[in-house]
């Protein structure tokens, strides 16, 4: 069955973008810039999600909680900086957006600081793409809550069950399903192992496969 849309919200991180790299790396930079031992980059990878507060707060052994400020900001600071690095659009993403996005209308919502969000998509030369992108500072509340897709969806004016939220990790499918929309999951990303207890209405494998499974509203 091919889901009727009008209009796609992606997640970022783990979506469109392989960022995990410059991720882990700026994590490690943080807490080794206060004597604490770097982490693997795979446990690192499996902390990405819920925005970069959170991050670092499962970084961070529990005793050495109290230094959560200081070591964000220094994981904010060196990030900024690193931003692209190795920062890559996954494959099939830029030919798949650029042949749909006159077809669908696109927007990102992340849990990502929004300047950080578009400063990535501007320089892969992603941003053509959406009509708008919001990030986890962007309202009061981040995904799992669907307070940012329903803003999109006003201002799409479009109603939810003719959206699809497609992002790798249950936040997405949670904020999909509370706003109405349909939700899909890619399992090429960080967060598959939330789609167990979250599961979405369908999965891709590639990213350029969800336009198989999705036709534009009548």
């Not at 889901?3 to 469109?16: K, N, P, S």
């Not at 900001?73 to 042949?99: I, N, S």
């Not at 960080?190 to 969800?210: C, N, Q, V, W, Y």
């Amino acid at each position: 069955m091919k889901h009727a849309a009008r209009l796609l919200v992606f997640d970022l991180d783990g979506t469109l973008v392989d960022s995990k790299e410059d991720l882990a790396n700026a994590v490690n930079v943080a807490i080794e810039s206060f004597d604490l031992p770097p982490l693997p980059h795979a446990l690192i990878y499996s902390y990405v999600g819920d925005g970069a507060s959170t991050l670092i707060r499962r970084a961070l052994p529990k005793e050495k909680a109290g230094l959560l400020p200081e070591v964000l900001d220094r994981f904010l600071e060196y990030y900024r900086r690193h931003l692209l690095d190795t920062t890559r659009a996954y494959p099939g993403v830029a030919g798949a957006l650029r042949k749909w996005a006159g077809i669908y209308r696109m927007a990102v919502l992340t849990n990502k600081g929004v300047a950080m969000s578009r400063e990535i998509l501007s320089g892969l030369s992603l941003d053509g793409f959406f009509f708008e992108v919001r990030g986890g500072d962007s309202f009061a509340t981040k995904k799992p809550d669907p307070e940012g897709l329903l803003q999109i969806l006003r201002e799409a004016g479009v109603e939810a069950r003719e959206a699809v939220m497609i992002g790798d990790s249950g936040n997405d499918v949670r904020a999909g399903k509370a706003a109405g929309a349909v939700t899909c999951g890619v399992t090429y990303g960080l967060g598959t192992s939330g789609f167990a207890e979250h599961p979405p209405d369908f999965t891709i494998d590639r990213f350029p496969d969800l336009f198989r499974r999705i036709r534009p509203a009548d």
